[in-house]
């Protein structure tokens, strides 16, 4: 079973700059699709950014341009470089994995980290 442990959350300002990373147990994680999904309080889950095992990238219309999703294979983790940090932005962010093709969607994911809080202040 694959563990995922999400760290880099924390509180900054508008315009700022964080970078989350998640590591993932185990020796597979470079056959794995990662994701970033991030959850508002009272809002759904929802994707923010994708990476495939052959390192196609996707992003939400709402990031593009501003964060940046990557992987190390070699340390089995994922990491999401976030600029121009926006109050909107606020939320707990989760990294998942999935081990087939498929939609960017929740449902589509079955390992999940704990969450890790991002807060933009204005």
Not at 73 to 85: E, G, I, P, R
């Amino acid at each position: 079973q694959v563990q995922l442990v999400e760290s880099g959350g924390g509180l900054v300002q508008a315009g700022g700059s964080l970078r989350l990373s998640c590591a993932a147990s185990g020796r597979t994680f470079s056959t794995y699709r990662a994701a970033w999904f991030r959850q508002a309080p009272g809002k759904e889950r929802q994707f923010v950014a994708g990476i495939t095992p052959g390192s196609t990238i996707y992003y939400a219309d709402s990031v593009k341009g501003r964060f940046t999703i990557s992987r190390d294979n070699s340390k089995s983790t994922l990491y999401l470089q976030m600029n121009s940090l926006q109050p909107e932005d606020t939320a707990v962010y989760y990294c998942a994995l999935s081990r087939y093709l498929g939609s960017w969607s929740v449902g589509s994911f079955g390992h999940w980290g704990q969450g890790t809080q991002v807060t933009v202040s204005s």
